[in-house]
Every structure is written in C-alpha cells, then in structure tokens.
Nanobody
Framework: QVQLQESGPGLVKPSQTLSLTCTVS??????????WSWIRQPPGKGLEWIGY???????YYHPSLESRTSISRDTSKNQFTLQLSSVTPEDTAVYYC???????????????????WGQGTQVTVSS
C-alpha cells in the first residue's frame, strides 16, 4: 500500500515561495503509469488540482497556476516537491499530495478520485 506524507512550513508570507515535499513509501515514484499530483482545498471551497510529475519525470500544470508552479522530484529519496511562487492570501489552503494510476483527474470532486493521498497540510499565506 502506497503511503504519502506532506511536509513543509505552515505559514508563508505574501510574495514568497511556498515549498512542500511529499515523501512516498510503499512504492517507487518511478513505477510505470504512476502520476504524482498536488491538489489543494481553500477554506470553504472545493478541491483544485495544481499539477503532476509523472513516473518518467514529465510535468503538467493547471493552466491558471502554470506560471507560478514547479514540481520536481528526488528519486533517491522517493520524494516530490511543489514550489508555488509569488503567493497571496488566496493561496491559503490545505495542500495534499496524491497518486493516480492511469489517467489523472484534473477536476477532482473528492479525495477518492485518486488512488492514494496524504493527510494534507494547512498552509496559510499571511504577513
């Protein structure tokens, strides 16, 4: 059973870069057809898909966030990382790292649209 765990600062100042890491256990992030995404849920709103990095290292981002988003990986540590630059209070949300085997859901309705997910981490953007 694949397990995912998010880590990173819970408070980020406006205009700074948000950086979160997802540590994966129970399976390699290089397994064929596995896609590793970041999603978020702002307070009082639904889930929003941010982007993914694939088993081969390819990346794809939500068009509305693409200019500020970078997802990378460290295969030696079995981790992948989200960086979101120039944050504003509108980026305040619970951030989740999730796994999809096969076709990635880019308009999630619920966490179980994905095969596995972490517990989520609250990130607040505030001065």
């Amino acid at each position: 059973q694949v397990q995912l765990q998010e880590s990173g600062p819970g408070l980020v100042k406006p205009s700074q870069t948000l950086s979160l890491t997802c540590t994966v256990s129970g399976g390699s992030i290089t397994i064929n057809n596995h896609y590793w995404s970041w999603i978020r849920q702002p307070p009082g709103k639904g889930l929003e898909w941010i982007g993914y990095i694939s088993y081969s290292g390819d990346t794809y981002y939500h068009p509305s966030l693409e200019s500020r988003t970078s997802i990378s990986r460290d295969t030696s540590k079995n981790q992948f990382t989200l960086q979101l630059s120039s944050v504003t209070p509108e980026d305040t949300a619970v951030y989740y790292c999730v796994l999809t085997v096969g076709v990635v859901v880019v308009s999630p309705q619920r966490l179980n649209d994905y095969n596995s997910w972490g517990q989520g981490t609250q990130v607040t953007v505030s001065s």
